[in-house]
């Protein structure tokens, strides 16, 4: 079973510019999340869509970050216009299913995003 | 969010067993107690959840405190390959939605 894909692995740009990033999660998967690492830090959830539809995007700050996931399959996360503190790695994961019971959240390898 | 307590670090032996420890007095009944871990360079990867029983799989073994408050991850022969930074998590229900809130962490070092 192919897992979680992420491009690019890495990006580097300069404050103010834009950036998106790419997932394409495991077939089948109906949940999908984005997660953002800072150094040192563990993974914090910016948002979670379930099929094509937004479950919780609390925490991403919809000023500079949206997300999207057309068809219910493939997702793009973008920052516009970005900040020094943005730099981080972004993590995708998916998950059979979100809903009503425990179930594994698989992850990308992550890109690993340098604003400078 | 629940939060869970975890060392810093922890040291251990190849072929020796570990045990890592995590606190979560918050814990509420439908709470699942779930452990991730990260290889450096590497996205998490699951490695074994439980609600109320101790729970065996392929990678490592979960005990859980009767009054639910602890827990402890169990790898039974360490190897190189499993140094990494182990997350205990607890997942909730948000509106129906699974959500996992990672904190910081166990950094384990394994020794040659």
């Known amino acids: 079973e192919a897992g979680v894909a992420q491009s690019p692995r890495y990006k580097i740009i300069e404050k103010r510019q834009s950036v998106a990033f790419w997932c394409n999660p495991i077939s089948g998967h109906a949940t999908l999340y984005w997660y953002q690492q800072i150094l040192g830090q563990g993974p914090k959830l910016l948002i979670q869509f379930q099929n094509n539809g937004v479950v919780d995007d609390s925490q991403l700050p919809k000023d500079r970050f949206s997300a999207e996931r057309l068809k219910g399959v493939d997702s793009t996360l973008k920052i516009q216009p970005a900040k020094l503190e943005d730099s981080a790695v972004y993590l995708c994961a998916s998950s059979p299913r979100g809903f009503g019971g425990t179930y594994e959240q698989y992850f990308g390898p992550g890109t690993r995003l340098t604003v400078t | ?112």
């Open chain 2, 1 to 112: 969010d629940a939060k869970t307590t975890q060392p810093n670090s922890m040291e251990s032996n190849e072929e020796e067993p570990v045990h890592l420890p995590c606190n979560h007095s918050t814990i509420s009944g439908t709470d699942y107690i779930h452990w991730y871990r990260q290889l450096p360079s590497q996205g998490p990867e699951y490695v074994i959840h439980g609600l109320t029983s101790n729970v065996n799989n392929r990678m490592a073994s979960l005990a859980i405190a009767e009054d639910r408050k602890s827990s402890t991850l169990i790898l039974h022969r360490a190897t190189l390959r499993d140094a990494a930074v182990y997350y205990c998590i607890l997942r909730r229900l948000i509106q129906g939605a699974q959500k996992l809130v990672f904190g910081q962490g166990t950094r384990l070092t394994i020794n040659p």
